[in-house]
């Protein structure tokens, strides 16, 4: 951002800068810049801010990998560098709206809609089959008296991490519309 500004108050008086002669540079120091913001407001919890500057840099990036006088390799490091801010710019967006979405939650519900995710779920649904049937298992774990009953209450908890999970998304689609 302050590139931009000196590149004005430069031009008003007449002279070029150094760093002008060589436009991908600028694009890189601001797009590193903005990163750093990123991260910066990623340790203070905003992440629409966030997100707003990785986007930004994403957006240099992409103009710095466009020049043609860089060498095949260095466009292609600049192309995987706009991906990544892209991919973080996204997430800070899923972040900010997972916290709009549950800031009037109570401690429990928030902590169960932030944190469950498709791999949990995934994975009491899995240990449900092994509970409740025992030639799966060799008989290990089937031969527990209390095991199928166990694997029921395995499935249960799993029907209810999908019903979280399809509810998580539909909020989250919700809000992430707004912005």
């Not at 800068?17 to 203070?44: F, K, W």
């Not at 103009?63 to 991906?83: I, M, Q, T, V, Y």
């Not at 009953?149 to 689609?173: A, P, R």
Request: hydrophobic content about 40%; glycine content about 6%.
């Amino acid at each position: 951002m302050t590139y931009v500004v000196e590149r004005k108050r430069v031009k008003e008086r007449g002279r070029a800068p150094e760093y002008a002669r060589n436009a991908s540079q600028i694009n890189l120091e601001i797009a590193n810049t903005d990163m750093q913001e990123g991260h910066s407001y990623i340790s203070v919890k905003d992440y629409r801010n966030a997100a707003k500057s990785y986007r930004h840099a994403a957006s240099f990036y992409g103009e710095a990998s466009r020049d043609p006088k860089l060498h095949k390799d260095d466009r292609e490091h600049l192309g995987l560098l706009h991906d990544g801010a892209m991919k973080k710019a996204k997430d800070c967006l899923h972040k900010a709206a997972l916290e709009k979405v549950t800031i009037h939650m109570n401690p429990i519900k928030r902590w169960i809609v932030k944190y469950i995710r498709f791999e949990n779920v995934l994975g009491l649904f899995i240990l449900s089959i092994l509970f409740s049937s025992p030639s799966i298992t060799g008989a290990s774990i089937g031969s527990i008296k209390a095991s199928s009953y166990l694997g029921l209450i395995i499935f249960f908890l799993g029907i209810i991490g999908c019903y979280i999970l399809v509810w998580k998304k539909h909020l989250l689609n919700r809000v992430q519309d707004q912005y």
